[in-house]
């Protein structure tokens, strides 16, 4: 997350014709083209760019790739997974089908199809088979491997808050500028091992390269996407306040170019008054009576499945500025804290009847693997629900933002009362770190303000 330092706005997105008023295209349009000119021409090696939830980072990073080839570049772009180097890939040869896109990948991770499907994109274990490519894409596990190359001139890094600052301290020696985009709202690097002994060290490797590169570089400003083009008039105000107070966005969408219509009616039932003020406000909150339960709560599971099931069966439809389309099984989303928890949620819907498997079918995960991933509608099982206490794992602000922010119409949250009451019996009290980057907004706060407004729409389960 931002450090308090930060000033709201940055390098892009602020300054005259900016603001509510502003027509949201304009303002990303000029976000872009100081973006891309910072790129190109900029004087310092980073140039850094702060992407709320669906505000187009994708679209960015084959944008400025595109750019930076047709200005002479060749060019390495670094990713996290290989899902996420399949779907740049795949991406960079729609864009441009005469691109040469090199697909640079370990023994073990074979290609996705949809990246091999284009004539121009060559894959292959061997950098040195690649080099004739104007851009070869690869995973920073892979890069930090790569030897006995000329350093590329230009770099892209991809979610560039998911990697941790020794792997790009791995992967440094092989560009000399690079851009990194990212989204300073989601959930840090992820790390198995301890890292408290390096708290506030400079060298902190489990800190994200992007605060890594901020702090050594202090003259870099990020710039920042202004428009979510995801997020709907009804959530974007939420949700930027609540996690995105430093680098504040708006909707590229306004209050009634979306609904959510429903061919079926309701038949009186929770699951069908919450799916009801969801569709009409965007935001729908199931609360079941207050309770400590299993991780696994059976009762808060079956109140999942059952709103997909309802969801559903009321025959749905998403209108919406890219025209009406029906809303089918592949369309949803459920999103949990646990595995074990996804997992039952999945249990719960195949006996309901509801396909989680295949193409057509509804996606049940955890935040994490749910980050950048965009639905009509997500359900939501609170990390809080049911909990006798408030750790630092479920009070995590990237989870919640995660899961608050993969919608395009409407989120619906199912959680047991008690929630505000337990995070008032948990204040924080994770030790102060000398060096030490301070979060806000911290998981106890964004929590409190995301309940407050889910209160206006509650349903009693």
């Not at 900016?18 to 949201?24: E, F, H, S």
């Not at 899902?83 to 089908?97: C, G, H, I, K």
């Not at 005469?98 to 061997?126: F, N, Q």
């Not at 395009?408 to 000398?434: F, K, M, N, W, Y």
Request: with cysteine; hydrophobic share 45%.
């Amino acid at each position: 997350m931002p450090p308090l330092s930060r000033p709201p706005g940055g390098a892009s997105g602020t300054g005259p014709g900016t603001g509510p008023g502003a027509d949201p295209g304009a303002e990303a349009d000029r976000a872009v083209a100081a973006i891309l000119d910072a790129a190109l021409h900029g004087t310092e090696r980073g140039t850094v760019v702060d992407s709320p939830p669906g505000a187009g980072k994708s679209t960015l990073v084959v944008r400025a790739a595109r750019e930076l080839v047709g200005a002479g570049e060749r060019l390495m772009i670094v990713a996290q997974t290989n899902s996420q180097v399949d779907d740049l890939v795949d991406r960079l040869a729609t864009a441009d089908p005469g691109l040469t896109v090199g697909r640079l990948h370990g023994s073990d991770a074979a290609p996705a199809p949809e990246a091999l499907r284009h004539p121009a994109v060559s894959a292959s274990t061997k950098p040195a088979d690649l080099l004739e490519c104007s851009v070869v894409v690869s995973t920073a596990a892979k890069w930090q491997w790569v030897k006995d190359v000329d350093p590329w001139r230009h770099a892209i890094v991809d979610e560039a808050y998911q990697m941790r600052s020794d792997a790009l301290l791995a992967v440094a020696r092989l560009f000399e500028r690079a851009l990194f985009v990212g989204d300073p709202g989601q959930l840090d690097p992820f790390s198995i091992v301890g890292t408290d002994q390096w708290a506030g060290l400079s060298y902190d490797p489990s800190s994200s390269a992007v605060m890594t590169l901020l702090a050594h570089n202090p003259r870099i400003v990020p710039h920042r996407l202004p428009v979510s083009w995801r997020l709907p008039a009804s959530a974007a105000p939420l949700v930027s306040a609540a996690f995105y107070p430093y680098a504040p966005f708006r909707s590229g969408t306004g209050p009634g170019d979306r609904g959510l219509t429903l061919a079926a009616p309701g038949d009186g039932s929770a699951a069908d008054r919450v799916i009801d003020i969801a569709a009409e406000s965007g935001w729908g909150l199931l609360e079941l009576p207050a309770r400590h339960t299993v991780r696994t709560d059976p009762e808060a599971v079956r109140a999942v499945a059952t709103v997909v099931r309802r969801l559903l069966d009321r025959t749905g439809t998403a209108v919406s500025e890219r025209g009406s389309a029906p809303l089918t099984a592949d369309r949803i989303a459920v999103g949990t804290a646990h595995r074990d928890q996804a997992a039952a949620v999945r249990a719960a819907l195949v006996a309901l009847g509801v396909p989680v498997d295949g193409a057509a079918a509804v996606t049940v995960d955890t935040a994490n693997r749910l980050q950048g991933r965009e639905y009509d509608v997500t359900v939501v099982l609170h990390p809080l629900s049911g909990r006798p206490d408030a750790t630092a794992f479920h009070l995590e602000t990237g989870r919640l933002c995660v899961l608050a922010s993969r919608h395009r119409h409407a989120c619906i949250v199912v959680a047991r009362a008690g929630i505000a009451e337990l995070l008032d019996e948990h204040p924080s009290t994770e030790p102060v770190q000398l060096g030490v980057t301070v979060k806000f907004p911290d998981g106890w706060t964004a929590n409190h303000a995301v309940l407050e407004h889910l209160s206006e729409h509650r349903v009693p389960g």
